[in-house]
């Protein structure tokens, strides 16, 4: 089985300060790993995702997350926050190319002048 | 298509009800997924399509639920009798295989239908 946990369920930081959105997952295979955003009354976005290989992960938006297998952690940042970064952000796991997204509860960031 | 497309949006049932909610995916992607996000709550998964295929349906909180894909791409979500605990976001997403080897596709999201029973 596989989970994830997402430490903090409401972040906020202030425009030009760093991000750090924490993600902590089980899985007792090597996983796929993504964080998605939303926004009010829309769909997830992808940012980024983890598969193979470099396990610093550049996505859209300034985002990056590292994987690290020995914390089993997903941890999202962003050197410098802007208000248009307020929104819901979710990490997810998966195990295997085509299955299902095992989702965290969201972490809320808030950004303020 | 642009993109994963859903309809209707918002939708208001009484209880008792039965509902349906339709998926449109990407144009040419392959799998199909359903899920459901509670107020406050990440989404989580109800079920799956390959093609026509209904591959897992492990999700699907009780036989009320139903979904069907019947041409491999529009798929349905129907919810008969609905209850007030049905209320939340159904997410639907779409993908293709990706062409790269061990890398995982991407989940295209489309942006919900808000069910409320009342």
């Known amino acids: 089985a596989q989970s994830v946990t997402q430490l903090g369920s409401h972040v906020s930081v202030s425009e030009g300060a760093l991000v750090l959105l924490r993600c902590n997952y089980s899985?007792?295979?090597?996983?796929?790993l993504f964080w998605y955003v939303q926004y009010p009354n829309q769909g997830l976005q992808l940012l980024l995702k983890?598969?193979?290989?470099?396990?610093l992960v550049k996505g859209i938006n300034g985002f990056e997350a590292e994987f690290k297998k020995s914390e089993t952690s997903f941890h999202l940042t962003k050197p410098s926050a802007h208000m248009s970064d307020a929104a819901e952000y979710f990490c997810?796991?998966?195990?295997?190319?085509?299955?299902?997204?095992?989702f965290g509860t969201g972490t809320r960031l808030q950004v303020t002048l | 298509g642009a993109g994963v497309s859903q309809s209707p949006r918002y939708k208001v049932a009484k209880r008792g009800q039965d509902v349906a909610l339709r998926c449109d995916p990407i144009s040419g992607h392959v799998s199909l997924f359903w899920y459901q996000q509670a107020l406050g709550q990440g989404p989580e998964f109800l079920t799956y399509?390959?093609?026509?295929?209904?591959?897992?349906k492990s999700g699907l909180p009780s036989d009320r639920f139903f979904a069907e894909r019947p041409e491999g791409s529009v798929s349905t979500l129907k919810i008969q009798r609905t209850q007030q605990e049905d209320s939340a976001v159904y997410l639907c997403?779409?993908?293709?295989?990706?062409?790269?080897?061990?890398?995982?596709?991407?989940?295209?999201f489309g942006p919900g239908t808000r069910l409320t029973v009342l």
């Open positions: 983890y598969t193979t290989g470099a396990t």
């Open positions: 997403a779409s993908s293709s295989p990706s062409l790269l080897a061990g890398v995982a596709d991407t989940q295209y």
């Open positions: 899985s007792s295979v090597p996983p796929y």
């Open positions: 399509f390959q093609n026509e295929a209904q591959l897992d």
């Open positions: 997810a796991v998966r195990t295997g190319t085509a299955s299902k997204l095992t």
